[in-house]
């Protein structure tokens, strides 16, 4: 069974930096996508930033300059380093892994962009 735990959300002031982080347990193939959505109450959970095994990104518009997504496979872990947050990034960060067809989220976390 794969579960996905997301850790690093809080409290950060616009303009601060967070960096989220999230790891895979049990097996899982070698060849996989990872990625990062976020979904603020009553919209669509939207793609922030996506990273393959052979290390090939993507990332959102709105947050291309400011959020690198980088992982460790032997750890099995994604991260999202984010910097230059605003107070419309606060929302629940969800990761999402996709191992052919299998998809597996993990339970979210919470980011607040406040002073």
């Known amino acids: 069974q794969v579960q996905l735990v997301e850790s690093g959300g809080g409290l950060v002031q616009p303009g601060g930096s967070l960096r989220l982080s999230c790891t895979a347990s049990?097996?899982?193939?070698?060849?996989?996508?990872m990625e990062w959505y976020r979904q603020a109450p009553g919209k669509q959970r939207e793609l922030v930033a996506g990273?393959?095994?052979?290390?090939?990104?993507n990332y959102a518009d709105s947050v291309k300059g400011r959020f690198t997504i980088y992982r460790d496979n032997a750890k099995k872990t994604v991260y999202l380093q984010m910097n230059s947050l605003k107070p419309e990034g606060t929302t629940v960060y969800y990761c999402?892994?996709?191992?052919?067809?299998?998809?597996?989220w993990g339970q979210g976390t919470q980011v607040t962009v406040s002073s």
């Open positions: 049990g097996s899982i193939f070698s060849i996989n996508v």
């Open positions: 999402k892994l996709v191992v052919g067809v299998r998809v597996y």
């Open positions: 990273i393959s095994s052979g290390g090939s990104t």
